[in-house]
């Protein structure tokens, strides 16, 4: 058990609708990591929030977006879904900015997302 | 930009043998090295890091050693159990100017058979 969760733990939507995930971060963490995992593949870092704040962008467009609220909860929204957003997201907590920094990242469940 | 490869899978041994799952990674600056675990049906576990050359990350009996000359950091266990079963993800986190950012590899699958 890392403290982390994540809720839906499964979806479906159809292409061009919107999604909103949501992720509680481990208590005390003050960084949270978004990654999206395809089938058979490792995950692929979408974006990180600290303070509230977008500190680290992998390449996903700007559909894919963020908030981070002061009790370190999060939200990754997705907008006009297409297929390919089908996967498995992930999302991670870590005190990796601030001090000390410890880069080790704990991760939820994840919530699967089939977009139809 | 920074990338992590793993050697593909899946890899199968008998229990008790020896696992070395090789990953080596490029990145622009000084990353540090993770492996994490995915066992079926769950999320992803930190099995082991190092945070600078010549590091040694060790946990439950698997061990990898941060090698900056080759830029490797190379999975080993001694000897494995059928519970060791899972997909093995090598990853690297670099923290540059406040930012910080994580590239995993593709993983590679590992079965033990009793």
């Known amino acids: 058990e890392t403290g982390v969760t994540q809720s839906p733990t499964h979806l479906i939507k159809t292409r061009g609708q919107q999604v909103t995930l949501r992720c509680s971060s481990q208590s005390g963490h003050n960084t949270v990591s978004w990654y999206q995992q395809a089938l058979g593949q490792g995950p692929q870092f979408i974006f990180q929030?600290?303070?509230?704040?977008?500190?680290g962008r992998g390449n996903f467009p700007p559909r894919f977006s963020g908030l981070q609220f002061p009790n370190y909860s999060s939200e990754l929204n997705v907008n006009a879904l297409e297929l390919d957003d089908s996967a498995l997201y992930l999302c991670?907590?870590?005190?990796?900015?601030?001090?000390?920094?410890?880069?080790?990242?704990?991760f939820g469940p994840g919530t699967r997302l089939l977009v139809l | 930009g920074n990338s992590v490869t793993q050697m593909e899978g899946p890899v199968t041994l008998s229990e008790e043998a020896f696992l070395t799952i090789n990953c080596t990674y490029t990145?622009?600056?000084?990353?540090?090295l993770f492996w994490y675990v995915q066992y079926p049906g769950e999320g992803l576990q930190l099995l082991l890091k190092a945070t600078k050359a010549d590091d040694k990350g060790s946990n439950k009996g698997f061990e990898a050693t941060y090698r900056k000359e080759t830029t490797s950091f190379h999975l080993e266990k001694g000897s494995v159990q059928v519970s060791d079963s899972a997909v093995y993800f090598c990853?690297?986190?670099?923290?540059?100017?406040?930012?910080?950012?994580?590239?995993f590899g593709r993983g590679t699958s590992l079965i033990v058979h009793p």
């Open positions: 991670a907590s870590s005190l990796a900015a601030g001090a000390p920094i410890d880069e080790t990242q704990y």
């Open positions: 929030y600290y303070r509230e704040e977008e500190n």
């Open positions: 990853a690297l986190i670099i923290t540059s100017g406040g930012s910080y950012i994580p590239t």
């Open positions: 990145a622009t600056g000084y990353p540090s």
